[in-house]
């Protein structure tokens, strides 16, 4: 199929970016790597009447990663960022997540603030950019302002950015000290849509108990969620620690619906299933770090 007509826009700063957002109103969309907007176009679920297209903006393709995290800027293609050693050195969750992105083609081109503006809760990064409590920078013709992760997304494909807007970064805040990650999900086909997918944190404390773990899946909810586990595994050594017990209690917290590819309760089954498998992972790593 091919899209309905569409005017084209090429700015080269992010104010003129934003003029031309301004003018056009409703019915401009902004253009960055493409790979979720441009399959909507063509089967016509999406029919703009501007493309704003971002990619001659200077400064929007930098990664920086310090002590406190790592923001990502609009124009990094996931393959950059999962290239990274700097990025996945101060949060591994990036890499991870981003390694399960669809296939090598898409992440070079694809970028990961984009999946998050996205807002597809089928997609790796943003249950990443929720678990690690991370926010989205959205610059308008006002200013720029910071905006939580749990006010950003609203709904399956529906963000709170409203207007002539555009999100110019994503921020990952560093992975706390004693503390380990894991990612894992299951598809029908390699790079696929994940029927259901986990990333977790399992943080110790200085005795090397458990002291948190949470969680956050994809495919499951309308939107990203992040469930505290703790209580199933508090104070646990880390041999010892209950982890199907945390794997139930996340059955317990989701509803998930059933789709074409898979029902509700075998994305339930799943959940508990990689939840258990990923907190085992993710505290192993946690106990080697707090060596």
């Known amino acids: 199929m091919k899209p309905a007509p ?13 003029a031309v957002l301004s003018e056009e ?24 009447t501007t493309l704003v297209d971002i990619n001659r903006v200077p400064g929007l393709d930098r990664i920086e990663a310090g002590e406190a995290g790592v923001r990502v800027g609009a124009l990094v293609r996931h393959a950059a960022l999962l290239r990274s050693a700097e990025a996945s050195a101060v949060q591994p969750l990036l ?29 790796e990064m943003t249950a990443v950019l929720a678990l690690t409590g991370g926010s989205v920078t959205v610059a308008t013709p006002d200013g720029s302002s910071s905006v939580d992760w749990a006010d950003f997304f609203l709904g399956p494909l529906e963000t709170a950015v409203h207007g002539p807007a555009v999100v110019t970064s994503a921020f990952f805040p560093a992975l706390a000290p004693r503390s380990g990650t894991a ?16 990333g977790v ?3 110790l404390d200085e005795d090397r108990r458990v002291a948190s773990a949470r969680v956050a899946h994809i495919s499951v909810g309308l939107v990203p969620e ?3 586990l703790t209580d199933a595994v508090a104070g646990r ?55």
Request: hydrophobic letters at 45%.
């Open 6 to 18: 569409f005017a084209y826009a090429d700015p080269r700063t992010l104010d003129e970016a934003l």
């Open 25 to 48: 109103g409703e019915g401009a969309k902004v253009l960055a790597g493409g790979q979720s907007l441009l399959p909507l176009l063509n089967m016509r679920l999406a029919a703009p």
């Open 95 to 123: 890499a991870r997540a981003t390694a399960n992105v669809a296939h090598p083609a898409i992440r070079n081109r694809g970028t990961t603030v984009g999946s998050i503006a996205h807002a597809d809760p089928s997609g």
């Open 183 to 198: 990612f894992a999900e299951v598809s029908r086909r390699k790079g696929d849509y994940a029927v259901c997918g986990t």
């Open 201 to 203: 944190v399992v943080t």
């Open 226 to 228: 992040v469930h505290d």
């Open 237 to 291: 050594p880390v041999d010892t620690a209950d982890w199907a017990a945390a794997g139930a209690m996340a059955q317990g917290l989701v509803d998930p619906d059933g789709d074409l590819h898979a029902s509700a309760d075998y994305r339930r089954l799943l959940v508990g299933a990689l939840t258990t498998r990923t907190l085992a992972s993710a505290a192993a790593e946690a106990l080697e770090r707090s060596a």
